[in-house]
Structures are given as C-alpha cells and as structure tokens.
C-alpha cells in the first residue's frame, strides 16, 4: 500500500509560480512510477506529467511542456511540480498519482496507477 499526501496549493496570480509536493509513505517509493493528473470543474480528469523512473525519463501534457517541470527526491519520499508561468486555464484541482514501474504501461493513463491522493486546489486569478 501507498498513502499520498499532496501540498502547496493555493491562489496564485496569472504568470505567477507554485511547487506542489506529493509525500509518500508505505512501499518502496523508487520502485514507483509517479505522476500528475489535474481536474477542472465540469471536466475529465487529464494527465499532467509523470515519470516512471526506471527509465529515467519524463512526460508532460503539451498545454505544460515548458511551463511545468516534475521532479523528485527518493530519499524524501516526495515528489514535486515546478509550475511557472501558470495560466488562468492551469486552475483546477491536482492530484498524485503512483504505480508500479515495472508494470505500468502508459504513464499518462490514469488507469495504469493504483494510488492516489486527495488532490489540493490550485486557482489563477487574473
């Protein structure tokens, strides 16, 4: 079992940055593929960014690619998204995601990942 924690949400102006954190705990947390999923009001809940980790590499959502950056800290047990240059479009509610990097197939799916957190509001105000 994996427990989720996300932070660092909050009301930020248009332009403006915000590090979200996802702190986990439980099972191996290199072992784990980790991501970023965000939901609008009204809307479908949509890939961020994720990183599977054994390979080393890192997938975004083309509205992010530049803006947004996913990292993380495997002794810390966290992992974060460097958001700049957020839009009015960037408001919604963010939710961690993790799963096996072994068997996970597509990592923006959110169907490939087991875990979840709560999800923290992020808001733009133009």
């Known amino acids: 079992q994996v427990q989720l924690v996300e932070s660092g949400g909050g009301l930020v102006q248009a332009g403006g940055s915000l590090t979200l954190s996802c702190a986990a705990s439980g099972r191996a947390f290199s072992s784990l593929a980790m991501g970023w999923f965000r939901q609008a009001p009204g809307k479908e809940r949509d890939f961020v960014a994720a990183n599977r980790w054994i390979a080393g590499t890192s997938s975004y959502a083309d509205s992010v690619k530049g803006r947004f950056t996913i990292s993380r800290d495997n002794a810390k047990k966290t992992m974060y998204l460097q958001m700049n240059s957020l839009e009015p479009e960037d408001t919604a509610v963010y939710y961690c995601?993790?799963?096996?990097?072994?068997?996970?197939?597509?990592?923006?799916?959110?169907?490939?990942?087991?875990?979840w957190g709560q999800g923290i509001q992020v808001t733009l105000s133009s």
């Open positions: 995601a993790a799963g096996s990097s072994t068997r996970m197939g597509d990592i923006t799916a959110a169907s490939e990942y087991d875990y």
